[in-house]
């Protein structure tokens, strides 16, 4: 049996996953039971895959984004001739027990069940944003890693679930919800420059991180992830023209990990970089 080579490990200890991005030549392995589900995701070039779990067998031609689900405490035995390269994602068993007690349903009447593969766009690009977060750590900062767990777990119960299962949200009026959101939105304003979390924002509203995500998308057109980033843009276009901190500076005194996280976003944003936004404004 080969050793897999390692491209990019990130342990995402606070969100209860991790990730590796792991390159396999032909091989045969037996994965002893995990505590923690595990997502593997292909992302090299097509392979024939035999799979043997919980008893049954399965083989097929896997194809960039196809994915299969181990769900905890199964051995895995796995072979393959062709070098295979994948995404892996172990996600905490809890998370799935939080999300599913937040959506009123009872944890011991569902499992995640065994799935030996098939295309998922929404898993694959998850996988690969992550990847992206573990190769610059800090790119997107905790709410990002939160925002995707999430959305990972809520996919998990309805897709990959024994009762595919249906999630239920809670309704507020109009106002109620305004009043929720406005005081995540004043600590976003107080703490643009901190690694702000779901669960921190959340719980300025009295609500789980899994309400708090819809409830802050209806108010306000965005997840609290792409908030963020907008504001700590719209402050560091002020900042650039009405401070003498140079850009380097501007970028972390609004948050980003770096003025190459400042440039990528503002000119996302606005179609134009920092220094451009300087030079306009003085010719205007």
Known sequence: METAAQADHAPFTDSGISLDVLQFPGTENI????????????????????????????????????????????????????????????????LIQNVALAADLQPKGFKVINHFGANDPFLHQIGVNLAEEARSPGLGGQLYVQALTQQITIHLLRRYSSQGVTIRHPSFSERSARQRVQAA????????????SLDAL?????????????VFKEATGQSPHQYVIQQRVERAKHLLLHSRLSIAEIAAHVGFADQSHLNRHFKRLTGYSPRDHIKTARMS
């Not at 796995?78 to 295979?84: E, K, L, M």
């Open 31 to 94: 994965i002893p039971p995990r505590p923690h589900h595990l997502i593997g995701i292909h992302t090299g070039q097509p392979m024939t895959l035999l799979q043997q779990r919980d008893g049954q067998r399965h083989e097929r031609l896997f194809l960039p984004g196809d994915t299969v689900v181990i769900p905890a405490g199964l051995e895995n035995y796995c072979a393959h001739r062709s070098a295979a390269e994948g995404i892996y994602i172990s996600l905490n068993p809890d």
């Open 185 to 196: 939105l004043d600590i976003i304003q107080d703490q643009l420059d901190s690694d702000l």
């Open 202 to 214: 959340a719980a300025a509203t009295h609500l789980t991180a899994f309400h708090f995500s819809r």
